[in-house]
């Protein structure tokens, strides 16, 4: 559904279908997409200038346009990254754009389970990807809402807590402060889009809930706001800026000192 919503061609008809029923219910839904991506290469390019050699992408997605190694290593090209997804046809098609890339990978694996991760980071080759004794970014960009509240602690902390000073979080999110103004049915719609088409259930975090997943880091300038306002000299023009009202995504970007 989101590789469709991004205009790319790895989707099937069945994800199509679904994001023309998201649509419906959100017509926003592409430029909330396309909008989350555009946050995303700010933050990484940001990163990647401060001087972060290493980036753990979550549940990173398919390829598209501005992948996070292009964006790092057009700034540092020994940077590297470690794309992690459930979706096989994500990681086949990954691991394919990466070909004569030695400094990056996609590995297949379900960030909910984060101690099965570290043991992947530290066991084989992937420690020459991701040393988790040196600073890393830690990336869950549309993501989180897919983890209920009882778990997200226990998917979140085990990782976060790992990383060394110097290291970074990013995180982007829908959050109740903007979704709060919508109309409720429409919320509804979207809900059971996603309930009955990708059997996921969505959960809207409100500001207090996704500052506390930030435990430990300290926010950088602006701190969490609609990803359309983080920072938007840096990139290209969001699709929200002709908006009335900002992305419902909510973001960050903070550092471990
Ligand atoms: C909305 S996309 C976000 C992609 C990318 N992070 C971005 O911001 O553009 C969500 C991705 O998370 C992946 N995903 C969902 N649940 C996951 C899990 N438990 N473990 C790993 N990946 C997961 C999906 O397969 C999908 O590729």
């Not at 990484?44 to 992408?57: K, N, P, S, W, Y």
């Not at 909910?112 to 084989?124: E, N, Q, S, V």
Request: charged share 20%; with cysteine; hydrophobic share 45%.
């Amino acid at each position: 559904m989101y590789d469709y919503l991004l205009g790319g061609v790895q989707n099937f008809e069945a994800d199509r279908e679904a994001a023309r029923q998201l649509l419906q219910a959100f017509p926003d839904a592409a430029d909330t997409a396309r909008s989350n991506r555009l946050f995303l290469s700010r933050a990484v390019r940001t990163l990647a200038e401060d001087g972060i050699c290493q980036f753990l992408d979550l549940g990173s997605g398919i390829p598209t346009q501005g992948n996070v190694h292009e964006i790092a290593q057009a700034i540092d090209p020994a940077i590297r990254v470690l794309y992690v997804d459930i979706d096989p046809v994500a990681v086949v098609a990954s691991n394919q754009i990466l070909m004569g890339n030695p400094a990056c990978r996609a590995i297949e694996a379900d960030f909910t389970h984060p101690h099965l991760i570290l043991d992947a980071l530290t066991a084989g080759d992937l420690s020459n990807v991701i040393d988790l004794d040196r600073p890393t970014a830690l990336l869950y960009c549309s993501v989180l809402q897919l983890v209920s509240d009882d778990l997200i602690d226990s998917v979140v902390a085990p990782i976060r807590d790992r990383l060394v000073p110097g290291s970074a979080l990013v995180i982007s999110h829908p959050g109740t402060a903007v979704t709060d103004g919508y109309d409720e049915s429409s919320l509804s719609s979207v809900a059971e889009v996603y309930r009955t088409k990708a059997a996921a259930e969505i959960v809207m975090r409100s500001d207090d809930q996704l500052a506390a997943l930030f435990k430990g880091f300290t926010f950088m300038e602006p701190g969490l706001v609609s990803i359309n306002e983080w920072r938007p000299e840096l990139g290209e023009p969001d699709p929200y800026v002709s908006k009335s009202m900002p992305s419902p995504m909510r973001g960050a970007v903070a550092v471990r000192y």
